[in-house]
């Protein structure tokens, strides 16, 4: 991986390697995306057996330092060891960051995880398109707009980012204003949203907008922190009564919630950023926004029509009605709707002086 950033000098990157450098308690940078100090190692070592990091900075040389667990292995008495340079005919991987003014490339070498006996090119393939989804996800609200703030690029092509909610499609039949809730660790903020019936979709879009997991599994909360997305899905262990689980009713549910960086102890954010529980303080309103929301999904997905809500959350009342039957489901127009009643009546008056 090879980025552009400002790069790092000798000292900043070896504390970038080193194992939780940081307190998780240190205050942070309010743009700052990290918490724990794990990340780079343990995304590396999860995949590979030797890591190795080379970064430049403006007007200082390139620095580069290597983590080898085979080389470890062999040290034992000599503990932890981080080697300079890159492993002994793997110089030529480096040479990408060559090219950079500033910048800094991360080299996986010796995969253990990834490369298996059996493995197939198929297999392979199926790999790059699943971190190509993932990627379109966590970072899309950073990948969007006309002048977005990163680019990423995957075997040489641009990565589209995927909007989980449709933003400005067509056929959406509500999403709610921004509601801004004070905690003691900052504010949050919560947008709820409602996604078309699948008949109002094309199968394309209808493929596209399930995302990653599907759309059961995508249903729920999509926890922000810095715009970079930490959870995707899953109703963060509210209910009323007893937890809600991801039902095919609700599949058209999705609640943007955004936590400042101050508010990982508080939500419980783990370092694998897997699960996120909010504090108890606010636990009854997002309960009640995303019961409100569940509820308005489960109208949509029920009715092929999808009920368009009007002012107040309030459905507008469809101009059909569904028949079921053995053999399916029948659409009728509704005579007893007001706006069909009257236009009944009407085209009746008009006959009559006719």
């Not at 059909?320 to 009407?346: C, F, M, N, Q, T």
Request: hydrophobic share 35%; aromatic share 8%.
């Amino acid at each position: 991986m090879l980025d552009d950033g400002r790069g790092m000098n000798d000292a900043e990157l070896e504390s970038a390697m080193r194992l939780g450098d940081r307190s998780p308690l240190d205050v942070r940078d309010p743009s700052d995306l990290g918490r724990f100090g794990m990340g780079l190692k343990t995304a590396s070592f999860s995949q590979c057996r030797r890591l190795t990091v080379a970064s430049v900075s403006e007007g200082i040389s390139t620095c580069c330092l290597r983590w080898d667990l085979d080389a470890l292995a062999l040290r034992p008495d000599e503990g932890w060891l981080l080697f300079e340079g890159a492993a002994e005919g793997s110089e030529g991987f480096l040479t990408p960051l060559s090219e950079n003014k500033t910048g800094t490339l991360v080299l996986w070498e010796t995969l253990d995880r990834i490369v298996t006996d059996g493995y197939t090119v198929d297999d392979f393939s199926d790999m790059i398109d699943n971190v190509e989804k993932r990627l379109a996800m966590i970072f899309h609200r950073l990948l969007e707009g006309d002048l977005p703030r990163l680019h990423l690029l995957l075997n040489g092509r641009s990565v589209a980012p995927w909007d989980p909610f449709m933003s400005g499609h067509a056929a959406k039949p509500w999403n709610s204003p921004v509601e801004k809730i004070t905690t003691g660790s900052g504010v949050v903020e919560v947008e709820c949203h409602v996604l078309p019936h699948r008949d109002r979709l094309n199968p394309a879009e209808h493929e596209l907008a399930g995302g990653p997991d599907g759309w059961t599994t995508q249903q729920g909360f999509y926890v922000y922190r810095n715009e970079r997305l930490l959870l995707a899905g899953g109703w963060l262990g509210l209910g009323q009564g007893k937890t809600w689980n991801r039902e095919e009713s609700h599949r058209l549910a999705r609640i943007r919630l955004d936590i400042p960086n101050t508010a990982d102890a508080d939500w419980k954010i783990d370092i694998r950023k897997s699960t996120a529980r909010p504090p108890v303080s606010i636990r009854p309103r997002l309960a009640k926004l995303a019961e409100d929301t569940r509820e308005k999904a489960r109208r949509v997905f029920a009715y092929r029509g999808s009920p368009v809500f009007g002012q107040g959350g309030v459905p507008v009342e469809q101009a059909w009605r569904a028949e079921h039957s053995r053999s399916g489901i029948r659409y009728r127009i509704d005579e007893k709707h007001p706006v069909v009643s009257a236009v009944l009546e009407g085209a009746s008056s008009h006959d009559s002086v006719a």
